[in-house]
């Protein structure tokens, strides 16, 4: 079966980014290591531009537009990081961008985005479609649509994430990842799977919001109820399509965190590694430091996807 994107894709996306998003740190920790029984690389997202992995498959995607259609604008529909995202890429290439947004977003997110100088429209996402929504809305405006993950373009430039990790830290056993709409571990899982056959890719959900875990079991897409979690970026109904054609080939396996599990990780980053992440950011290392993951390899890479979080929600989730 021929695949949406290649390693090539990814490699490409990487020449396009360079100069654009941050090369992020990879944090090792002895503590860490000593609690899980692993060497623990941590690929920190939350130091990227807009504070999360989101701008390097949007910048990949937007950049890739012609002239007339950067001339007429770009829209998208996120819950917060993806929308800050496409917010930045369009104003650092010369376009304009509108954004749709749950009225529950976080404030945090929806300032910034609104900062980046898109227009955000909102929606109420336990009554709404927002791809119905957000597809009809680039269509009545004349807008190209830049999905959150569903695309090629997008998922290359997440799978950058990957690419550098294991260009600073060599072959993993096993690399761990978040999963949302399934993006960032689509074009983390080609970049790794087409380097090193052999690593283990484990995608990471929280228990409210299981539907990649459950269309892999299934071997076909499913959708959940809308997710009730803190983890706002992974409060997906339903696996893309494209993304989960890689997933289903690619991805190992995938574990369940709970919203308990992830306010711990956060606090175990804020008080032990000294940085910030927000809780779909922490999903990764809650399923390490809860054990979730069965017969760990010597050499485990993490992504940490994120770090947008108020210091307000910061200190209310922690303090729980």
Do not use: W
Not at 12 to 17: K, Q
Not at 166 to 181: C, F, K, Q, W, Y
């Amino acid at each position: 079966m021929t695949l949406p994107i290649t390693l090539d894709d990814v490699r490409d996306a990487a020449a396009r980014l360079k100069g654009a998003v941050h090369r992020t740190p990879v944090l090792r920790s002895r503590t860490l290591d000593e609690l899980v029984g692993a060497q623990v690389h941590l690929k920190c997202e939350n130091f990227q531009r807009i504070g999360a992995f989101k701008i390097r498959g949007a910048y990949n995607a937007i950049s890739r537009l012609s002239p007339g259609q950067l001339a007429k604008g770009v829209a998208a529909f996120s819950s917060g990081n993806h929308a800050q995202a496409v917010a930045l890429a369009a104003r650092e290439l010369g376009t304009s961008a509108v954004i749709l947004m749950p009225e529950d977003a976080p404030r945090s997110k929806v300032e910034a985005t609104l900062g980046y100088g898109a227009e955000v429209v909102t929606y109420d996402r336990y009554a709404g479609d927002r791809i119905a929504l957000g597809s009809t809305l680039a269509a009545e405006r004349g807008l190209a649509l830049v999905p959150p993950y569903d695309h090629p373009h997008v998922m290359a430039g997440q799978g950058t994430v990957a690419l550098e990790l294991v260009e600073e830290s060599g072959e993993l056993g096993a690399l761990v990842s978040p999963v949302g709409g399934g993006g960032l571990i689509a074009g983390s899982s080609t970049v790794v799977k087409g380097l090193y056959r052999n690593t283990r890719v484990v995608g990471v959900e929280p228990e409210a919001g299981d539907d990649t875990k459950r269309s892999l079991e299934a071997g076909r897409r499913v959708t959940v109820p809308v997710p009730r979690t803190i983890a706002d970026g992974q409060a997906i109904q339903s696996p893309g399509e494209l993304t989960f054609a890689v997933n289903r080939q690619l991805v190992d396996e995938v574990v369940l965190v709970t919203d308990d599990e992830i306010r711990e990780a956060m606090r175990f980053a804020f008080e032990r590694l000294k940085i910030v992440v927000e809780p779909s950011g922490a999903t990764g290392l809650a399923a390490l430091l809860a054990g979730r993951i069965g017969d760990l390899p010597d050499r485990v890479g993490v992504i940490v996807s994120g770090g947008n979080i108020d210091a307000r929600r910061f200190a209310e989730l922690c303090a729980r």
